[in-house]
């Protein structure tokens, strides 16, 4: 995406080339994507993005997608397509964050940040320690406190690359399977899974 963002045809062709798939670049990746995270999203269901992830699933690689920051239980897409890992965000307290999406589609949470607080008293801002550009007098990279369900899907799927370098053959079903079970997260909130924490 660029400084004025992008399209559903955009993303799922970026998707398809990390995945390993003939896209409109007529190029693929030397070795593709075990994990692909999406921080990014909004409202609208997108045929094409899920007939994307269902490919890119079947190729192997494990989608995962920021769940949305609009403090709604309105389904925010790619996020709450089928077959994508939906990540919504909770505070250094384990609370649902203030401003996380919820709902039916939500699957598992991560520390998404706070910047309002400084709850453990660091002297720092709860949010998520992130690179960044500094556009102001030229394009800078610095380091800077974040917040959003964009900070919390790489947690995500940083854990499930992870877990892909020790057992390649995992699978995008694998990991729901295990999520579902419980194995992989702390039960937060109701038992079971629930729309704040989804299975945690």
Same mark, same amino acid.
């Given at each position: 995406l660029g400084p004025f963002g992008g399209d559903d045809f955009d993303i799922g062709q970026a998707m398809l080339y990390a995945a390993g798939l003939p896209n409109d670049s007529g190029e693929v990746p030397a070795k593709p994507a075990d994990v692909i995270n999406l921080s990014l999203g909004g409202p609208g269901f997108s045929a094409f993005l899920a007939d994307v992830v269902d490919d890119v699933r079947a190729a192997g690689t494990i989608v995962v997608a920021a769940a949305g920051n609009e403090s709604s239980s309105t389904p925010s897409y790619p996020a709450a397509l089928s077959g !994508? !890992?939906? !990540?919504?965000?909770?505070?250094? $307290?384990? $609370?649902?964050?203030?401003?996380?999406?919820?709902?039916?589609? &939500?699957?598992?949470?991560?520390?998404?940040?706070?910047?309002? %607080?400084? %709850?453990?008293?660091?002297?720092?801002?709860?949010? !998520?320690?992130?690179?960044? &550009?500094? $556009?102001?007098?030229g394009e800078r990279f610095v380091s800077r406190f974040l917040q959003g369900t964009s900070m919390a899907a790489p947690h995500v799927a940083g854990v499930f690359a992870l877990m892909r370098s020790v057992n390649p053959a995992l699978s995008p079903q694998d990991i729901d399977n295990l999520l579902a079970s419980g194995v992989l997260t702390d039960d937060l909130g109701a038992v079971g899974r629930d729309n704040f924490y989804g299975h945690g």
């Open positions: !994508v !890992v939906s !990540v919504s965000a909770v505070n250094i $307290e384990r $609370e649902p964050a203030f401003y996380t999406n919820f709902g039916v589609t &939500i699957d598992v949470a991560a520390p998404g940040g706070d910047t309002r %607080r400084d %709850r453990n008293g660091d002297g720092f801002p709860d949010g !998520v320690l992130s690179t960044h &550009i500094d $556009e102001t007098g």
